[in-house]
């Protein structure tokens, strides 16, 4: 109680809320570059490179975040999970960039309804993502409204998670070439792991509030 209180009356540091903004945004411009690169007759060259330099707009912004934690004595919350946030969110674009880099290493040209499902789920926890950042400016009274769009990322990656089984199984049952199955089994594996690297952001942040209550 006596740390909320001392917290509520020292002057604080929302520049860090400012750059978690802008990384969300990165996120969701990867996830649509993703859900694009996959659409059918896309120019997949034209939205993997795209996809690649956002990432590397996303780290200058974690650098930046790492420079500022290091530089300020007052944050708007934990320092620890100020780092575990812009962390995990840098996980979540670096995991786009990783499934990009696998379709085009493995030369995949065709994807399944189920990969672009995945692929879907994944701008739509980028967009819940989006949503609840800004509300940590004020977390105490948007408590509620954060946890809500949590548990909806959190049933994102549930979906995600019998979208990849159903997914694989259409695979094993029907592709007998060992050089695609192994390519395309990655893929669904790697669109997947992105949708539970948007979980651990919504815990970082539902951490966040919890302390912060």
């Known amino acids: 109680m006596f740390f909320r209180l001392f917290r509520s009356l020292m002057p604080r540091e929302e520049r860090f809320v400012e750059l978690f903004e802008a990384h969300s945004k990165k996120i969701l411009e990867a996830s649509r570059a993703l859900e694009a690169m996959m659409a059918e007759g896309?120019?997949?060259?034209?939205?993997?490179?795209?996809?690649?330099?956002?990432?590397?707009?996303?780290?200058?912004?974690?650098?930046?975040?790492?420079?500022?934690?290091?530089?300020?004595?007052?944050?708007?919350?934990?320092?620890?999970?100020?780092?575990?946030?812009?962390?995990?969110?840098?996980?979540?674009?670096?995991?786009?960039?990783?499934?990009?880099?696998?379709?085009?290493?493995?030369?995949?040209?065709?994807?399944?309804p189920d990969m672009r499902e995945l692929a879907a789920g994944i701008s739509a926890c980028a967009g819940l993502l989006v949503q609840a950042i800004p509300m940590l400016q004020q977390a105490t009274r948007n408590a509620d409204e954060i946890g809500r769009l949590c548990e909806a990322i959190g049933l994102e990656e549930s979906t995600a998670d019998q979208r990849q089984r159903d997914g694989?199984?259409?695979?094993?049952?029907?592709?007998?070439?060992?050089?695609?199955?192994?390519?395309?089994?990655?893929?669904?594996?790697?669109?997947?792991?992105?949708?539970?690297?948007?979980?651990?952001?919504?815990?970082?942040?539902?951490?966040i509030v919890i302390e912060l209550v």
């Open 168 to 207: 694989l199984r259409g695979l094993f049952a029907s592709e007998r070439d060992p050089v695609r199955l192994i390519a395309r089994k990655e893929v669904y594996q790697r669109l997947e792991k992105v949708t539970d690297r948007f979980e651990d952001v919504a815990n970082v942040i539902e951490t």
């Open 42 to 112: 896309a120019d997949m060259s034209l939205h993997f490179q795209r996809i690649c330099t956002i990432e590397g707009e996303a780290d200058k912004i974690t650098r930046e975040t790492h420079q500022a934690l290091h530089r300020s004595f007052i944050t708007p919350f934990d320092r620890d999970q100020i780092h575990k946030l812009i962390t995990t969110m840098d996980n979540t674009v670096d995991g786009i960039e990783d499934v990009a880099q696998r379709v085009d290493l493995y030369g995949v040209r065709d994807f399944s």
